[in-house]
């Protein structure tokens, strides 16, 4: 059974049946990921060193360019083992690093106009929010302790450190209950969400470090804190107070972007409370994914995110999506931006909420 509305997905299912004959092949599958997740680095770095038009290039191209590749008619790729998903992490954390240091000056020394600098700006901090939160979180599930700590580091240069912590101690513990400040309820609005899950997820992921410690060592959330002091030294070495203004705009920007992804991944899924005071395990059914292949490769696979709860440990690539998991109706981006609109929000996705649960009873 699908949880998306009649017909919504037939096209999906129906693509997928008549090409499953076929088989990608490695070099098809790297070729789709290395485009569609590094492209955004090789455009938004062009146009932070030759400004102009390019700031507008840009802007179209993480919004519009997209949101028409998400509409061709290209099947998601199947999940398999792929030696490159050990490597492409590394080069988009480079490239996200690269990125940065090009943004602040171009936006506070560069020949932008006033609007010029606001497309830029979003542009960059649309990449940051979408493909480099989407890397991070690839690699603070590494098992290796320089990848995670990698991962940690691309948080900090967005003055969001405490996410790993957060993410890693609490959300995949407590996703879908009310345990989680994550995981948005049912009927509860993006900008009501947005201050809660900010500093409850500060304040949870500081509380199971320490508990982790049992008062013994210091937290991470000391590395965290002293990286975003450093952060906003380097932006000033780099453009002065202006350059400090820039990365804050950034980064809030991008942390809104990310606060986005957990709000509409969980909206109004909740595991069921146990007799024995447990919540049952997280299942399928207790995230919201999607099919489209350009954003899904571009973000790394962050719309199979059912399977991903369920193995955690698991590879981007290797990430499976079966039309069984609750299924959004449009692009994981084109759902972000609905969730800034709450009223329409809720009338697109209450019902298919509802239609989720109650399936379950």
């Known amino acids: ?75 998601p790729l199947a999940a398999a083992d792929w030696a490159g998903a050990q490597v492409l992490p590394l080069v988009l954390a480079g490239a996200h690093f690269a990125l940065l240091a090009l943004a ?13 600098a606001v497309a830029l700006g979003a542009a960059v901090a649309l990449c940051f929010g979408q493909v480099s ?8 599930h590494r098992a290796d302790r320089w990848q995670h700590w990698l991962g940690a580091a691309i948080y900090v240069s967005l003055l969001f450190g405490h996410h790993t912590s957060a993410h890693m101690r609490v959300h995949h513990l407590w996703v879908a209950t009310p345990r989680d400040p994550n995981s948005a309820r049912l009927g509860q609005g993006f900008w009501a969400f947005l201050p809660r899950a900010w500093v409850g997820s500060f304040r949870a992921g500081l509380t199971a470090e320490r508990a982790l410690r049992k008062g013994r060592g210091a937290t991470p959330y000391r590395a965290y804190l002293a990286g975003a002091g ?22 809030g920007y991008a942390q809104i972007q990310l606060l986005l992804a957990d709000y509409i991944q969980h909206y109004g899924l909740e595991r069921k409370a146990l007799a024995n005071g447990r919540y049952e395990p997280a299942r399928a059914h207790h995230s919201w994914n999607a099919p489209h292949w350009y954003s899904s490769a571009m973000m790394l696979n962050a719309p199979r995110h059912s399977d991903h709860h369920q193995n955690p440990g698991r590879d981007f690539a290797a990430l499976r999506l079966d039309p069984e998991m609750p299924q959004w109706p449009y692009a994981m981006p084109i759902m972000a931006v609905l969730a800034t609109v709450p009223p329409l929000w809720r009338r697109v996705m209450d019902p298919r909420v509802h239609a989720v649960c109650g399936a379950r009873e």
């Open 104 to 116: 602040i000056p171009a936006l506070v020394q560069g020949a932008l106009t006033g609007a010029q």
């Open 230 to 251: 450093a952060m906003l030294a380097a932006a000033w070495l780099l453009a002065g107070g202006r350059g400090i203004l820039a990365l804050v705009l950034l980064a």
């Open 133 to 140: 939160n989407s890397n991070a979180h690839e690699l603070i």
């Open 1 to 75: 059974m699908t949880w998306a509305a009649p017909g919504e997905q037939g096209d999906f299912r129906a693509g997928d049946a008549m090409l499953s004959r076929s088989t990608d092949t490695e070099g098809a599958r790297m070729y789709r990921y290395i485009l569609a997740s590094l492209s955004p680095y090789a455009v938004l770095g062009a146009a932070c060193l030759l400004g102009g038009g390019w700031a507008w290039g840009a802007l179209i191209w993480m919004t519009v360019y997209v949101a028409v590749m998400d509409k061709l008619p290209v099947r």
